[in-house]
């Protein structure tokens, strides 16, 4: 009332500030009215319009490198052109807009025609067959959009001087379902369409480089079947968000090396909100978690061996089917592994056109399959290394000769007789003792000496040597093999089965690096080695502070337990299988007959074999042949395992190869530039 009173006064100055009091409270009330009121559905339709997408940032795939640090696989940065939807949003309106007209221009003109044909003004129901449905607005507007684009990609690709086209499928389904995200109408461009890129960029709306992380191969074809394949997966690992809008694809390994350290060399996704309005355009967005790159994997294998392993398999015959297994026999890595015939893991990333899927499906060629670990050989002649080692352990007189009888059907060469079955001998008739008997690869004497040690023995050697078992190989690829066991050979066994497992038939397959694991144990006087192919796994960075895991060489997972002298024995019948001129040997590694030995710093110790392969029936349809050695005889340091399918002899086909091999190691070697440490072992 006081208040009251004192306006009752004549006072102007009060009642001025009165008036302004109440002239403020007025407008804020006024404005509280026309927020919490007037504008209240308007906000909370505007709120209901608007929402955040997750969308998976995929992270830089790892490396994976050979022992001196060159990536075989590698990931690197590839641009592309890509059209920004919500930056075209009023050029799409527009378009839009002005079809719209004309279309009602059109259907006005049809209607008056059809008013002036009846002449008479049309009904309200002949009238709405002239009016747009909202389904044909829809199509419209969709028409108008694909049209907008495909006019910029046609104006982008004769600036950039590259052919490109718009699927109008593939962009419509992009836009109702993954607005949020470019859409890419160029990919991986070269650094010339980079630089055009940049220069027109400016006056080019809606279109911008969008840069993703890919998976190459930079050596094609090497070592493909160990470094394996990937394909693309929108599915979460373990420590990465699960609930995503847009989970972008991220390559996943499926076999080989890929596959085994996946974990590792993929690394952890990140992940970004984007905040969408009502019709799905990008308003905004920001980074929940950044993406860490995945480590590198350093591998034992040397590229120049391996590449100089591959180009001597491709060079044994025409379409090869072989492989070839490099192993230090000091400690087990693994220095080349080669397959043949082989493919481009490229082409897994960047998907297969009609004519990689027939190579690839090729059954005869069967190029995923990596020969060297994931198929099953009878090894043949070369198997009578297990088997003289055997006889040797039981008692056989190294001295004592076998007097080969001559095959009645060819005089030249000898036979024996099991039972009532006749055994071929490509070795000459006359007398052979152990030395000998390698070097020339009598069937007859192993197979007499083998029956005399009895096949047991033989067995309980290759249980030392784990045949039949396998290698550890962590590529997801090996098969075991195949060997008889005791209990087998005790329940049911015939004469006639053991002779055929003395010269590698039968019973009996190997892998090629089997074989490569048994002629090291030799090398090395009796060590079994697990073959090493991973040597460390580590961070891309090394100033991240992550931790390194490293796989130690030189595994021992058995001992021969054979006699010195025995092994002795047969790694000189080894070396005279290259060096006397009687070897199946002798051809490949010297010039002429007698001649230059063509590697005169290295003695190499060999071992040619050809198996038969039958069918069901038992007929023989085919030939693998193989070779397998060590070197130098001194103090051997690598030990070489070729086969190749379809070969004409172990001798012809597979011991060129591997003189090929020695000499790439020799090269090397006198060049001071083989003997590197490995990655894995640097501080």
Known sequence: MLFFDQLKKNDPQLRLLTMVVL?????????????????????????????????????????????????????????NASLYFEELRKPFDAAYTADLAALRRQLHAQMTEQEHALKHPLTRKERARFALSADQKNALRQRARY???????????????????????????????????????????????????????????????EMQPVRVYPYQTTAAHLLGQLRRDISSAEGEDSFLNYPLPVFRGTVGLEAAFDAQLRGRSGSKSVLVNNLGYRQSE?????????????????????????????????????????????????????????????????????AEGRYLSDARLRPQINRAVQENY?????????????????????????????????????????????????????DYDFHRALLRSSNAYFITNGLRAGIENILRLTRRLHLGELCGLPTRQEVRGNMPTLPEVRARWTAGETANVCI?????????????????????????????????????????????ESFPGGQVRDELGVRPRNLQLVREAMLAETEDLEGTGYAAFHRGKPGAPVLPTFRVCGKTGTAQVKDA???????????????????????????????????????????????????LERAGAFRLPVVAQKN
């Open 23 to 79: 002239g403020g409270l007025g407008v804020l009330l006024a404005g509280l009215w026309w927020v919490q009121i007037v504008s209240a559905r308007d906000y909370q339709a505007r709120l209901e319009t608007q929402s955040f997408r997750t969308v998976r940032l995929p992270a830089v795939r790892g490396k994976i490198l050979d022992r001196t640090g060159v990536a075989l696989a590698d990931s690197r940065p590839s641009f």
């Open 147 to 209: 049209q907008v684009a495909s006019n910029l990609v046609a104006y982008l690709s004769a600036r950039l001087q590259q052919p490109a086209a718009l699927d109008e499928q593939k962009f419509q389904r992009h836009y109702a379902a993954a607005l949020v995200l470019p859409y890419p109408v160029l990919l991986n461009l070269d650094p010339t369409n980079l630089a055009r890129f940049e220069e027109q960029s400016v006056t080019l709306e809606g279109l911008d480089l």
């Open 286 to 354: 920001s980074v929940w978690s950044a993406a860490l790159p995945g480590e590198n994997v350093v591998l034992t294998l040397d590229l120049r061996l391996q590449q100089a392993a591959e180009r001597a398999l491709a060079q044994a015959m025409t379409e090869v089917r072989g492989a070839v297994v490099v192993l230090d026999p000091r400690n087990g890595d693994i220095l080349a592994l080669a397959s043949a015939p082989s493919y481009d893991p490229n082409m897994f990333v960047r998907g297969l056109t009609p």
């Open 378 to 430: 009878s090894p043949g002649s070369i198997f009578k290394i297990i088997v003289g080692l055997a006889a040797l352990e039981s008692g056989l007189d190294p001295r004592a000769t076998y007097h080969v009888q001559p095959d009645p059907a060819s005089p030249g060469h000898g036979c024996i007789f099991v039972g009532r079955q006749k055994i071929r001998d490509l070795a000459a008739p006359g």
């Open 504 to 548: 590698g038939q039968g019973e009996v397959d190997v892998t090629p690096l089997q074989v490569a694991v048994v002629t090291a144990a030799i090398a090395n006087g009796g060590k079994v080695l697990y073959p090493r192919l991973v040597a460390a796994v580590a961070p891309q960075d090394p100033f991240s502070g992550g931790d390194r």
């Open 617 to 667: 029936s038992g007929r023989t349809v085919d030939h693998t042949t193989w070779f397998t050695s060590f070197a130098p005889y001194e103090d051997p340091r690598y030990v070489v395992v070729v086969m190749v399918e379809s070969g004409g002899s172990g001798g012809g086909t597979a011991a060129p190869v591997a003189r090929d091999i020695y000499l790439k190691i020799e090269e």
